[in-house]
Nanobody
Framework: QVQVVESGGGLVPSGGSLRLSCAASELTFGDRIMGWFHQPPGKKREGVSCISSASDITYYGNSVKGRFTISRDNAKNTLYLEMNSLKPEDTAMYYC??????????????????WGQGTRVTVSS
């Protein structure tokens, strides 16, 4: 059974940092595009950052460029999101997701098959 489990969320002050992790099991992690998505209160889920299977292609949403860094360790089946200079508007549930095997790159929720339960990030002003 495929499992995608996020960790690392929490409450931080504005300007602070967090590192999210996503552990995936029972899937061919190295063959899949991985992504982080967030869903702010009252809004739709949207792509924050995505990374290709070989880490040669990355995408960042405009609101996080220069502040967040996505990375992956295929040997450990783990995805990361380094979040710096956090702002109150970053407050949201953050979800990790895996694409279909050999999926086409695109950081949109409909491009991803397997989802974690989310980890909450709260940034206080």
């Amino acid at each position: 059974q495929v499992q995608v489990v996020e960790s690392g969320g929490g409450l931080v002050p504005s300007g602070g940092s967090l590192r999210l992790s996503c552990a995936a099991s029972e899937l061919t992690f190295g063959d899949r595009i991985m992504g982080w998505f967030h869903q702010p209160p009252g809004k739709k889920r949207e792509g924050v950052s995505c990374i290709s299977s070989a880490s040669d292609i990355t995408y960042y949403g405009n609101s996080v460029k220069g502040r967040f860094t996505i990375s992956r360790d295929n040997a450990k089946n783990t995805l990361y999101l380094e979040m710096n200079s956090l702002k109150p508007e970053d407050t949201a549930m953050y979800y990790c997701a895996a694409s279909p095997k050999y999926g086409e790159f695109g950081c949109h929720p409909e491009n991803f098959d397997f989802w974690g339960q989310g980890t909450r990030v709260t940034v206080s002003s």
